[in-house]
């Protein structure tokens, strides 16, 4: 009769414990995370971090959510009212802050690519280029957009507009200023 074999114990993700004081910006309390922090989480990433969190303990699963950059390789861990309300915190606590990088996160635009813009990308080389450096927030943000227009001339005018600023062109799209196929 054979023995079963045992199976590793499944690996939990590297976190990260500290205290800190709950702040606010505006309207939104935060946690401050440092570089060096965050890179203990994630070396090396881009954007918003999605990440589990739990305050004093609290809540019992951890909240999920995307710490938002600061500069410098610094993050603003906001902390939404319903994870606050567990850990019964307020502006200006000092709190134990538990950080796990969330590894079930999937980045990528969640609407496909439309034919006539992955077409129009393939044909202008310097809009391709200005969309593969586009961080995935703001690729999302677009193929969200254009899966909502309805008509072809909507697709039509709004294409326009987006290969213009992509390839280099100054102008509006989508709400932003825009130069040299960057957010300005």
Do not use: C
């Amino acid at each position: 009769m054979k023995s079963p074999q045992r199976r590793p114990a499944p690996r939990r993700a590297a976190g990260l414990r500290f205290r800190a004081v709950v702040r606010i910006l505006g309207i939104n309390p935060y946690v401050p995370v440092s570089a060096a922090q965050a890179a203990e989480l994630k070396q090396h990433w881009r954007g918003p971090m999605p990440v589990r969190y739990r305050i004093d303990g609290r809540p019992r699963t951890p909240w999920r959510i995307n710490m938002m950059p600061a500069g410098e390789g610094s993050f603003y861990l906001y902390l939404h009212a319903a994870a606050r309300a567990a850990a019964e915190t307020q502006v200006g606590d000092e709190v134990d802050v538990e950080l796990v990088f969330d590894d079930a996160y999937h980045a990528g635009p969640v609407d496909p690519m439309p034919p006539w813009f992955a077409e129009a990308l393939a044909v202008d080389r310097a809009a391709g280029e200005a969309w593969e450096a586009l961080v995935p927030s703001l690729q999302k943000e677009v193929l969200r957009y254009f899966a909502r227009l309805k008509s072809p001339q909507a697709q039509a005018r709004n294409l326009e507009k987006a290969l213009h600023v992509l390839g280099g062109g100054e102008g509006r799209f989508l709400a932003r200023g825009w130069r040299a196929g960057r957010v300005v």
